[in-house]
């Protein structure tokens, strides 16, 4: 029995992020701050939202009264604390549409911003695109993640996807359904990979018949750090898209490009605008230069430059000219074929781990100009991954789609720690100016990687720690003794980098009691076939992955598996101590968005944050020595299995019970788990009254809930909504606010 003492003070921190994770944030956080603090604990929040790192890139130019703090700067600092405790909603990871659609709505409402620079040429313009890029792509994850990933379907979940399993679309054996990658002149065969044997500062140098230009310097490495660097010839990339452009119009399928132009926000959405050139070659060779001197570049898509043709002298010509090879052209796979936006409208649209799974649970389907759903060519340019989707594609095609209510699941133990992989390539990627030759050389002028490259191709550098690898492997192991499941490190001895790290890997695994355990090393594409035979048996696989591989099964196991990566739990062991507990992916909250802005409806699915803040709690027990935060973990769990039987889930369409109406129900089920509970008796006298309150205003509550629904939503803003007019829209409830504010 717990005391009735004062429980030790503790904190968690709630991030404000984007889109309908935050707007749901708007009705879930109250209920959250309202039964934490019955514990003693304290729930603060943080802006790490787009807009929010915009703002704190200008301080400098803002008055006082607009200025924010650097809210990703101080819980990168936190991250490294014992202390820390994180829930950490998805957020934008944002391309430069995002970025620029942002910074244009935040000087609507009264930020005096710069516009993003597309072609810097003055310092002040190369200080503004610089400050621009800290905020674009993968800017939080790299920052937050001081631990490597934890990442699974909990088995609540598990068990109701079995028990209501979601439609998955028919795949026939003649399915001309194929994944094409390069396999020649791409990121993988480039690939060169050292281990550095002491501490050292490294330079990255490009050498051309004019001379010598340093291109990045002073870059630290720790001894037994993994360096890897690597280029993609853009000749073998136009020549690869030009053949998969041909074969898709002979096959008679959809072309689609399927790129990570969040991820990676230099090297892919370069590639994304060379397949927009070449998809339109006679576009960009007749009004090429009209474009590019508009300031528009074709790394943004086909959307940006329609969308700026009212403003080009020739704007409708080019508007006439991209028509007509739509009509007339190759099929293009589309995101929106009701808005006609393409695959090559937004590169944000084709995000791959998010666009595969789905392409996949949809028969091996994408849809068409026609409204119809067709067969596609997936085209994933660099092979260091591609052939696992092929690999999926394959099985499916000779056995049929899997089966939620009987297939098995696949959770995985990422490599992500201190920026690992490629998260760390960021201010190493480089567009090369000239032909020549880049080198990475040590602190004592000893070349320790060397490519011959050429104008545009496109070279990287990514760094990977040994703590971090040792790190990863402790928890693999962890989680292989915790399961008793075979656990595999998906890892090519035929790729440079993983070459490296399986030698960490068989040298660290000697660190640890492996009697028993079932460890295998396998190549992704071999490791995947091994994860989907056991699948289809019922069986469990634990997937052991590299940083971009984790983005990429996290998404593509829990689609085919429970229907959506929303609702998977996250946790990040902080190596340092703390915790981070990530509530699930956010590829589809824009159209949640939409809808809500539309229909004052919003479907967001909060499940993955009610089991992130379970963790946290059971975490935050542990190391505050806070008896009633495990008491409400517990019936925290209790509710959301109750939220599960009773199907309390946002339905898809208007008329079902929604987000809010989903936070209600969790409300009143947790409520009804304390007041039941006996290990507090504190808690329990506190929360019956609520309990009874709720379950006797159910149906006036669910009837306000609903009353809303069907009009449009004004909250203020996309990617920074005005606080008052979000918590309007998303508490409509008085009858719900009241109780909620009597405890």
């Known amino acids: 029995m717990v005391t009735e003492s004062q429980p030790d003070a503790a904190t968690i921190i709630y991030t404000h992020t984007d889109e309908a994770p935050l707007l749901a944030t708007y009705s879930l956080l109250p209920i959250v701050e309202a039964y934490a603090a019955k514990a003693g604990i304290s729930i603060e929040t943080r802006d790490i939202s787009l807009a929010g790192r915009i703002l704190a890139q200008f301080n400098d130019r803002l008055p006082a009264d607009q200025q924010v703090d650097d809210a990703l700067a101080e819980l990168g600092a936190m991250a490294t604390t014992p202390e820390a405790n994180i829930v950490k909603l998805p957020n934008i990871s944002a391309s430069v549409p995002q970025l620029k659609a942002a910074v244009a709505e935040l000087q609507e409402q009264g930020f005096a911003l710069p516009d993003y620079p597309e072609h ?58 194929n994944v094409a990658t390069m396999g020649a002149g791409d990121f993988f065969s480039n690939e060169k990979s050292v281990v550095l044997p002491s501490d050292d500062s490294l330079t990255i140098r490009l050498t051309t018949p004019e001379g010598t230009t340093v291109l990045k310097d002073g870059i630290p490495v720790l001894a037994g750090e993994v360096v890897d660097a690597t280029f993609m010839s853009v000749s073998a990339l136009h020549t690869f898209i030009r053949e998969q452009i041909q074969r898709a119009k002979d096959e008679g399928v959809l072309f689609s490009a399927h790129l990570k132009a969040t991820m990676m926000k230099v090297s892919d959405p370069i590639i994304f605008g060379h397949i927009v050139e070449a998809f339109f070659p006679d576009v960009f060779a007749q009004y090429g230069d009209q474009i590019r001197a508009a300031g528009l570049s074709s790394n943004d898509g086909l959307g940006a430059l329609l969308s700026a043709t009212d403003n080009l002298p020739d704007g409708e010509a080019i508007r006439a000219a991209v028509e007509d090879v739509l009509d007339n052209g190759p099929a293009l796979a589309m995101v929106d074929s009701d808005k006609g936006i393409t695959n090559l409208h937004v590169p944000s649209d084709v995000i791959i781990d998010a666009s595969m799974p789905a392409m996949i649970r949809g028969g091996g389907h994408m849809w068409g100009m026609d409204g119809g759903e067709h067969d596609t060519l997936a085209v994933i340019p660099d092979s260091s991954y591609a052939g696992v989707y092929q690999t999926v594609i394959d099985d499916c095609r000779t056995h049929g789609a899997l089966d939620p209510a009987t297939m098995g699941t696949v959770p995985n133990v990422g490599l992500m720690a201190k920026k690992a992989e490629e998260y760390g390539s960021h201010d190493k990627t480089f567009e090369i100016p000239a032909s020549g030759t880049v080198e990475v050389v040590d602190g004592a002028g000893e070349v320790l990687i060397s490519h011959e490259v050429e104008t545009g191709d496109i070279w990287r550098a990514c760094q990977t720690q040994d703590v971090a690898i040792r790190d990863w492997v402790k928890l693999a ?24 790290l399986i030698a960490k890997v068989e040298q660290y695994l000697g660190d640890h009691d492996t009697d028993g355990l079932d460890l295998r090393i396998m190549a992704p594409a071999e490791a995947c076939a091994f994860s989907l035979e056991r699948i289809r048996q019922g069986l469990d696989t634990i997937s052991v992955t590299g ?73 935050l027990s542990g190391v505050a020595g806070n008896r009633r935060a495990q008491v409400l973990a517990e019936t925290l769990d209790r509710a959301t299995g109750s939220f599960l039987e009773h199907d309390r889930s946002p339905s ?17 089920y947790w409520a009804q788990e304390l007041a039941a509970q006996s290990q507090d008796a504190a808690l329990a006298a506190a929360f019956g009254p609520l309990a009874e309150k709720l379950v006797a205003a159910e149906s006036t509550i669910v009837d306000e809930l609903a009353a809303v629904q069907g009009s449009p939503a004004d909250v203020g803003g996309y990617y920074r909504p005005d606080d008052a007019k979000a918590s309007a829209v998303m508490r409509p409830s008085a009858t719900f606010n009241e109780a909620l504010a009597s405890l």
């Open 477 to 500: 192991v962890t989680r292989a003794r915790a399961t008793g499941v075979p656990t595999v490190f998906w890892l090519d001895a035929h790729r440079a980098h993983d070459a490296n």
């Open 547 to 619: 940083n971009v591989l984790r983005d990429y099964n996290t998404d593509l196991f829990p689609i085919l598996e429970v229907g959506t990566s929303a609702k998977m739990l996250s946790i990040v062991p902080l190596m340092n101590g703390g915790g981070l507990f990530e509530t699930g992916a956010g590829g589809s909250a824009p159209k949640h968005v939409q809808q809500l802005l539309e229909q004052n409806y919003l479907r967001w699915d909060s499940l993955g944050e009610f089991f992130a803040l379970a963790a946290s709690l059971e975490h």
């Open 652 to 668: 898809r369409r208007l008329g079902g019970i929604d987000n809010r109406g989903s936070h209600f129900y969790l409300a009143l």
């Open 120 to 177: 810097p040429q003055t310092d002040e313009e190369k200080d503004v695109r610089a400050r621009y890029d800290r905020v674009k792509g993968s800017a939080v994850n790299p920052v937050l993640r001081e631990g490597n990933s934890d990442r699974r379907a909990p088995g609540a979940v598990k068990n109701y996807a079995k028990a209501h399993p979601h439609r998955m679309g028919a795949w026939s054996p003649e399915s001309r359904t």
